[in-house]
Nanobody, 126 residues
Framework: VELVESGGGLVQPAGSLRLSCAAS????????MAWFRQAPGKEREAISC???????FYADAVKGRFIISRDNGNNSVNLQMNSLKTEDPAVYYC?????????????????????WGQGTQVTVSL
C-alpha cells in the first residue's frame, strides 16, 4: 500500500486548501480512509475519516469546515479545508487501516490505522 499526499501550502486565515491522497495497492472505496495532522510539539491528531459505506467522521476542531471525500475514479481521498484558522497549521497525513470493509459504517478506530503517507505541510499565515 502506498499513499501520497499533495495539495499542502501556504494560505491566509479564512482561506481554503484541498488536500489529495493518491492510493495504490488498494481501492480506497473499499477501505476506511482517514486524515490526521501533527503540529510541531504536539501529538498526532485524527481529524476525519470515511468508512467503506461512505459514512464520515469529523473531529470537533474541524467539523463544519473540512470535508472528506473519495474520488473513486482517481482512487484518491480528498480533504477540502475551508475557513482555515491559525490553529490548523500542521503536517497532514493520509492513512488507512488496510482492512477490507466495503460495507462498514465505522472508521474512527484510530489505533488501527497503520499505513501512512509521507505528509503534506499546511501553513496558515498572513
Amino acid at each position: 500500500v502506498e499513499l501520497v499526499e499533495s495539495g499542502g501550502g501556504l494560505v491566509q486565515p479564512a482561506g481554503s486548501l484541498r488536500l489529495s491522497c493518491a492510493a495504490s495497492g488498494l481501492t480506497v472505496r473499499y477501505y476506511p480512509m482517514a486524515w490526521f495532522r501533527q503540529a510541531p510539539g504536539k501529538e498526532r491528531e485524527a481529524i476525519s475519516c470515511v468508512s467503506g459505506d461512505g459514512t464520515t467522521f469529523y473531529a470537533d476542531a474541524v467539523k463544519g469546515r473540512f470535508i472528506i471525500s473519495r474520488d473513486n475514479g482517481n482512487n484518491s481521498v480528498n480533504l477540502q479545508m475551508n475557513s482555515l484558522k491559525t490553529e490548523d497549521p500542521a503536517v497532514y497525513y493520509c492513512a488507512t487501516d488496510g482492512l477490507f470493509d466495503r460495507y462498514g459504517s465505522t472508521c474512527n478506530h484510530w489505533e488501527k490505522y497503520s499505513f501512512w503517507g509521507q505528509g503534506t505541510q499546511v501553513t496558515v499565515s498572513l
